[in-house]
T-cell receptor
Framework: GENVEQHPSTLSVQEGDSAVIKCTYS??????FPWYKQELGKRPQLIIDIRSNVGEKKDQRIAVTLNKTAKHFSLHITETQPEDSAVYFCAADKGSNYKLTFGKGTLLTVNP | NAGVMQNPRHLVRRRGQEARLRCSPMKGHSHVYWYRQLPEEGLKFMVY????????ESGMPKERFSAEFPKEGPSILRIQQVVRGDSAAYFC???????????????FGPGTRLTVL
């Protein structure tokens, strides 16, 4: 089945700096890649997603890039703010398989 | 739109008891997914259901766990004879997935935190 690896497991940055989280997937049939943000004790919330027919997608301070050949995708957060502090999860979906396979998460801490 | 609803938010059971977790999908969504999250880990897929049908239960333990999504009412995840290892956060998600137009996005509920004493 699909396997998603996520790095780093923890990331600490200064406010205003950029943060990058990387994920690799194993199944070349995967075609949908969402990113979720989870604050402590809260539900995972979708922050951005990308489909395999697109190489990059941006939404204000957040961007996601996808390299289908290398089977990896990355989340980029620019001008980080303390409220960006949370656990971020990447995931992959094979479409016809319907289920999301998640990475183990990255704890992002933005220091004021 | 009230979003995905789950109840109870917290559930405490003693070993051997039954746990019933409920999930009401977003309005207009007919597809429900259950995930389990152990402390400091990612979410693991358990089961995918449509109304009155189990589509994929490949992530469900073979024993003690069952799920349903009846024609009327919420989806239920049932854990019989709970053990301490069942302690986790259980999240459900819903999506429209109206064929032939696919909608992949899954929206998560607030979760049920199960503690087995």
């Amino acid at each position: 089945g699909e396997n998603v690896e996520q790095h780093p497991s923890t990331l600490s940055v200064q406010e205003g700096d950029s943060a990058v989280i990387k994920c690799t997937y194993s199944d070349s049939a995967s075609n949908y890649f969402p990113w979720y943000k989870q604050e402590l004790g809260k539900r995972p919330q979708l922050i951005i997603d990308i489909r395999s027919n697109v190489g990059e997608k941006k939404d204000q301070r957040i961007a996601v890039t996808l390299n289908k050949t290398a089977k990896h995708f990355s989340l980029h957060i620019t001008e980080t703010q303390p409220e960006d502090s949370a656990v971020y999860f990447c995931a992959a979906d094979k479409g016809s398989n319907y289920k999301l396979t998640f990475g183990k998460g990255t704890l992002l801490t933005v220091n004021p | 739109n009230a979003g995905v609803m789950q109840n109870p938010r917290h559930l405490v059971r003693r070993r051997g008891q039954e746990a019933r977790l409920r999930c009401s999908p977003m309005k207009g969504h007919s597809h429900v997914y259950w995930y389990r999250q152990l402390p400091e880990e990612g979410l693991k897929f358990m089961v995918y259901l449509q109304k009155e049908n189990i589509i994929d239960e490949s992530g469900m333990p073979k024993e003690r766990f069952s799920a349903e999504f009846p024609k009327e009412g919420p989806s239920i995840l049932r854990i019989q004879q709970v053990v301490r290892g069942d302690s986790a956060a259980y999240f459900c998600a819903s999506s429209p997935r109206v064929f032939p137009v696919r909608e992949d996005t899954q929206y998560f509920g607030p979760g049920t935190r199960l503690t087995v004493l």
